[in-house]
């Protein structure tokens, strides 16, 4: 009689464990749905911020990108190049890395190559609506138009000087980076 009360009470107490236990991991579950359904909602909200243009001004541009953003009139377009030769329309921002690699080579372009084609440089994050009217998708983008102000080609990602150069070549344009 003994022995079976001690086994009763031995079954008790690892019946009350494994519940313990059980309640613990559906606690930890809980737990960790909660931080997944928060960080929806933070990445939801970014969405939205991003989508509305409200990204707060960024500060700390590297001096070449911000030379070749001032050099960007916002009033020209796609339709109405400014001196009637081809145009490079670089789309970025100026925290995005490989926009500030591209950031040089669009400085030199823009300084051998000025009596050939124009070489616009756009901040997408600080004007969103040129990221809309282009239809740009990954920063940064670089388009290509002709004199007429028709896009001849469009390319997503760096694009280096000579990659560039080769493209102008191959759309009927020859430049060749020393203003010759």
């Known amino acids: 009689m ?11 107490s690892a019946a009350y464990n494994f519940k313990t236990v059980f309640e613990v991991i ?24 991003v989508k ?14 911000a030379q070749v953003a001032e050099s960007v009139s916002e009033t020209a377009t796609a339709s109405a190049p400014i001196r009637g030769i081809p ?3 670089d789309l970025g921002a100026g925290k995005c890395i490989p926009c500030k690699m591209m950031a040089p080579i ?3 372009l823009k300084k051998s190559n ?31 138009f ?10 997503e990602g760096f694009f280096g000087k000579e990659d560039i150069l080769a493209k102008w ?9 020393n203003n010759q």
Not at 169 to 177: D, I, P, S, W, Y
């Open 52 to 65: 509305q243009g409200k990204r707060p001004q960024k500060t700390g541009v590297p001096h070449a990108i």
């Open 2 to 12: 003994r022995r079976q009360m001690q086994a009763r009470r031995n079954n008790f």
């Open 87 to 89: 145009r490079l329309v």
């Open 106 to 108: 669009l400085e030199d």
């Open 169 to 177: 070549k191959e759309l009927g344009f020859t430049f060749n980076g």
């Open 114 to 144: 000025a009596d050939k084609f124009e070489v616009q440089f756009v901040d997408v994050w600080q004007n969103p609506d040129s990221g809309r009217k282009y239809g740009i998708r990954v920063i940064p983008t670089q388009i290509f």
């Open 26 to 49: 559906a606690m930890k579950k809980h737990i960790r749905n909660i931080a997944i359904v928060a960080v929806l909602v933070v990445a939801v909200v970014a969405v939205v911020i």
């Open 146 to 155: 002709a004199p007429d102000g028709k896009e001849l080609f469009r390319h």
